[in-house]
């Protein structure tokens, strides 16, 4: 497929405040069934929501982050942050959710990689310097595959009771080092614009 028509018939943004309110449903219905918890918290009200929209207008995808002003971040009350975040501006990803009828492995693929391309435009934008994740086991080789470090430090997550692996991105270092790359995931990432693709 090419580049320009990769997220075609979706849109990824921040989302307005009607958005964020179905940004939270999807959210509540897909925790709901797969972990019997709604997934929602009081870090919802402050936290910036990123959503994948299809082109009847619904919201298919989502996540959120919460920025630095608004610590401590919601995985600090289960792991230390490492020394690596002194000093610097790091925010905390969290709370993925794909609506069923996108999962499916081609079509899923495409939503992740737009919801990561915006997550990058986004921290790029306000500054931030690290994102930090709870890493799910189904999750992680999504998270190396856009560029994410799994460090050594692990907990059990209260939804769902899952272990996790915190994980890091250097947004400073990540950019220096795949600016000019040619390597096709990079590329798209950190260099290709995309009108569907907004702040």
């Known amino acids: 497929m090419k580049p320009d028509r990769l997220f075609e018939g979706l849109t990824f943004k921040v989302a307005s405040q009607a958005e964020r309110g179905e940004a939270l449903n999807l959210r509540r219905e897909v925790y709901l069934e797969e972990f019997g918890d709604e997934g929602l918290d009081e870090l919802d009200a402050d936290a910036h929501h990123l959503i994948a929209v299809n082109e009847e207008r619904r919201v298919i995808a989502a996540l959120r982050i919460i920025d630095a002003e608004h610590r401590p971040f919601d995985l600090e009350h289960f792991v230390e942050l490492p020394r690596l975040a002194a000093g610097r501006i790091p925010a905390e990803v969290a709370r993925f959710c794909v609506a069923k009828d996108y999962r499916h492995v081609h079509r899923g693929q495409i939503v992740h990689l737009g919801l990561f391309k915006l997550l990058y435009m986004f921290a790029l934008d306000t500054h931030t310097t690290d994102i930090f994740t709870l890493g799910v086991v189904e999750l992680r080789r999504l998270y190396k595959f856009a560029f994410f470090d799994e460090l050594d430090i692990t907990c059990r997550h209260p939804i769902g009771d899952r272990p ?21 995931i990079a590329k798209l ?3 290709t614009k995309f009108d569907n693709v907004m702040l």
């Open 164 to 184: 996790v692996q915190l994980m890091h991105l250097n947004l400073v270092d990540i950019h220096e080092r795949y600016k000019d790359s040619h390597h096709p």
């Open 189 to 191: 990432l950190f260099q």
